[in-house]
């Protein structure tokens, strides 16, 4: 699907990445099959899912996405333009492109990933991803705003056990702390003029790493 490679071909640009899998690749639009390859604790009902199962030496992905989800972003291509209506639809999209896409870089480097590490950059990539867009488009968008919208509105499912809570509560929390330092920035800059080398660097970094990263005191400095 065009807007899942855009997502990912952008995953790649940022963090200079060169996967050779596709996430179209590895796309199930099937609840029920979906259901059927979940073997979760806590199966749930959502629009977005990564499905992992460890085979000996093997590593078996695939990711579902609803297909009211793909068709919305068919007829409203947030590539095109990224608006109030395909906003919540493009996020949850990402959410499982860049799951896929860390999950995948990281198991090509003979890295194993904590659910902790996938959710905290998913919700870095959302952040960077969604200001990348907006200011390519010209469109106007207010930092602050986004990060409230992202990280202190957020709601979470009510049917989340309490370590999954906490497991997403912490992430969103690291995620907000990482991108409040991207904000500050030279008048005029934006995120996609700032110096990927930071952003890669944090893409790389191992879990305790990452989270030592989002608190400590200065990451790109302002004025």
Partial sequence: MKVLKSIQDLLHLVYDLNLTHRVDDFLITDQDYAAQLDNSSNSRVTDEKLLVLQDEDELLISLYLAEELLSSLQENDPFEQ????????FCTALEGVSHFVYLAWNASHDRSVSQLELELQAEVDKFVAIVYLANGQRGA???Q???NWLFRRCRFDSELKPDELQRYQAANSYASQFCSRLQHQPPGSRVHEFDFSELRRFYRKRHL???NECESTSLIKGP
Avoid: F, M, V, Y
């Fill in 82 to 89: 990224l608006h109030d209506h395909n906003l919540g639809s």
């Fill in 141 to 143: 968008i207010e930092l």
């Fill in 145 to 147: 705003q986004l990060s």
């Fill in 209 to 211: 790493d990452k989270l």
